[in-house]
């Protein structure tokens, strides 16, 4: 007799199959005895033919979860997120490898960190780690596991699409179209289906046009003259764009879509607070992509984004930053901010103590331009980014400013007599490098033999 899991004697799950089982078994008899029968019965025999493969393979996946947790992996093959064994290990911009369902999650909830070190993140993509992934292999393949089936199994979601569901989706698009209430209406719908629903993203990027429907109330010329009326309109559409962007399938189709880069990029502007934070991290999440980063470059979206940064509201700052931090990862991108103003607006931020770890990464990374430096001597921003260095306790934000001081040095020699009274008084850069990290050591002993060797030929002189 075959041995019966815990979860098969579940009575809701017994129920459902048995009224399936019922269901099937009076369509099945209708084509047998009916010659006239309609395509539409045989439809719906293939639909609970596929609900009871969903119901049995739930049951499986629930059971081989049991099956691990009985088991006691080694710490290496354990997701710091789940600490449970990893299914598909992945590897995050900081090197830190995580178990993908787990820290996707992480990444679509809005988080920009490592949670095992707290980094904030050059990029979001996730790069399989092949060799831990065939360790996890022949692990489970010492104690009998398949762990393929497990894979395969883990990925179902519970919320799987139904035919009722796409009716439903067909629907909401087509009220895009129709009287403002039933626009406001259907955007609410489709805002809270795409963020509780990850299937539901993956839906837009099965037909051409939904996306382009989604946008439609914003994109004509009646509804931008009344933009500013319907802002929760536009509000629950941008939102429900961002839902979509996580999506990673839906990042190329997103951006490549007429209007939503420039409608992400008008919602910056005039959106609510709370409209225009998502607009950011929507364009956050896009630039995931380096043909993204791309488009929204030449765009234009970096003025708006450092607009809303030099705003500095609470809730949309650090959505602006990371943004503008990842598409400036793009060399062109670099020009750009600089030429939109990046450099006085994140001064003026890291100077009032707003944010400080994160725009001392845009600065260094921007420091290679050398209309970056110039603005940077002009707005007197070397004696506090030597402060930084001396009264911080971050290594992270240290080793920023002197990149970014590094960079001065090399393109503005008027600058150098502050480095070197800096030096002379407290010593700051050689501590630096002698007690930094690999890279701050690195510029900063650059620096040190730079205006040392300046000293030394006015003393030879």
Not at 80 to 89: A, I, N, T
Not at 250 to 262: F, G, W
Request: proline share 3%.
């Amino acid at each position: 007799m075959a041995k019966t899991g815990v979860f098969d004697s579940d009575p809701t799950v017994i129920g459902k199959a048995t009224e399936l089982k019922k269901e099937l078994q009076t369509l099945i008899l209708a084509i047998i005895d009916d010659d006239n029968y309609s395509t539409d019965t045989i439809d719906n025999a293939k639909d609970i033919l596929s609900a009871l493969k969903e119901l049995k393979l739930r049951k499986r996946s629930r059971s081989s979860s049991n099956l691990f947790h009985n088991l006691i992996s080694p710490q290496e093959f354990r997701c710091p997120l789940s600490r449970e064994l990893m299914r598909d290990p992945v590897i995050l911009s900081t090197g830190e490898t995580y178990d993908r369902p787990f820290i996707q999650k992480w990444l679509n909830s809005g988080n920009r960190t490592c949670p095992r070190t707290q980094q904030v993140l050059s990029h979001t993509d996730l790069t399989p780690n092949h060799l831990i992934r065939e360790m996890i292999s022949q692990w489970c393949a010492t104690r009998g596991i398949e762990l393929q089936d497990r894979v395969r199994v883990h990925y179902l979601d519970d919320d799987v699409i139904t035919e009722a569901d796409r009716d439903r989706f067909l629907m909401l698009l087509e009220k895009m179209s129709m009287t403002i209430s039933e626009q406001k209406e259907a955007a609410k719908e489709l805002r809270m289906l795409t963020k509780r629903m990850p299937s539901f993203r993956a839906l837009f990027g099965e037909s051409l046009d939904a996306i382009s429907l989604l946008l439609s109330p914003l994109s004509g010329d009646k509804s931008q003259s009344n933009s500013n009326i319907h802002t929760d309109l536009q509000e629950d559409v941008i939102t429900t764009l961002l839902n979509l962007s996580i999506h990673d399938n839906n990042k190329k189709l997103v951006a490549e879509t007429p209007y939503a880069i420039p409608l992400l990029m008008e919602a910056l502007r005039s959106g609510t607070m709370e409209t225009r934070s998502n607009a950011a991290a929507a364009l956050f999440t896009l630039s995931a992509l380096d043909p993204n980063k791309a488009i929204i470059g030449k765009a234009g979206a970096l003025k708006p984004l450092i607009e809303l940064l030099d705003l500095g509201h609470p809730l949309s700052i650090k959505d602006a930053a990371s943004a503008i931090f990842n598409l400036c990862i793009l060399h062109e991108n670099k020009a750009r901010a600089v030429r939109d103003g990046a450099v006085r607006v994140l001064l003026k931020k890291i100077m009032s103590q707003m944010h400080v770890d994160e725009l001392l990464a845009i600065l260094a990374m921007l420091s290679c331009h050398q209309r970056a430096i110039e603005e940077i001597g002009e707005l007197g921003a070397v004696p506090f980014l030597l402060r930084i260095i001396r009264e911080s306790s971050c290594s992270r934000n240290k080793e920023n400013c002197i990149v970014i001081i590094h960079s001065v040095c090399l393109y503005d020699r008027t600058k150098w007599k502050e480095m070197r009274e800096e030096e002379k008084c407290y010593r700051t850069i050689s501590e630096l490098a002698q007690n930094g990290t690999s890279r701050a050591k690195r510029k900063a002993s650059g620096v040190l033999e730079r205006i040392n060797r300046v000293v030394n030929m006015t003393h030879t002189a």
